[in-house]
């Protein structure tokens, strides 16, 4: 009875962890913890469909350290055309999750997009480099 109470106990302890980590890294996704975004190509104007180019996002290691993400995305006249993975080394097969995010950011025209289900710290490195990107560029799309 008493390993029962301990598991159904331990197993309470993760879903809350779980739900309060994914919380916390939804407030975090945005914040910028390397170097100042460059811009590889590009200009950037008032509008923004006339933002035009490629820019480059920061390099973000995930929190878990499996490894480090950074993208360069491609806007052609406001929109986002391409999301390039210029570091994209992580291991233990989170790199699937690297496609599936792609999609999600070309589809969604942002950077805030769902993490993907056992690869949520490489997702949420590619969601920063991302939206340092589109911070880059000056997009608000």
């Known amino acids: 009875m008493r390993a029962r109470a301990a598991f159904i106990a ?15 890294a ?6 910028n913890t390397t170097t100042s975004p460059t811009t590889t190509s590009g200009t950037t104007a008032a509008t923004p469909a006339t933002i035009n180019g490629t820019f480059h996002g920061n390099d973000y290691v995930d ?3 499996w490894g ?9 006249e406001g929109k986002i055309t ?20 792609r999609e999600e950011t070309l589809a969604a025209q942002k950077a805030e ?6 690869a949520t710290f490489t997702s949420l490195a590619y969601i920063k480099s ?7 560029a000056g997009y608000k799309g």
């Open 113 to 118: 997009v769902a993490t993907v289900s056992s």
């Open 63 to 65: 929190d878990e350290g």
């Open 10 to 24: 331990g197993a309470g302890s993760a879903a809350i962890v779980a739900v309060g980590w994914q919380l916390g």
């Open 68 to 76: 480090n993400v950074q993208v360069d995305v491609v806007i052609t």
């Open 82 to 101: 391409d999301v390039v993975f210029v570091q994209a080394n992580a291991t233990k097969g989170r790199d699937r999750a690297f496609p599936i995010l």
């Open 26 to 31: 939804t407030a975090l996704a945005g914040q």
């Open 130 to 136: 991302v939206q340092s990107a589109l911070d880059a």
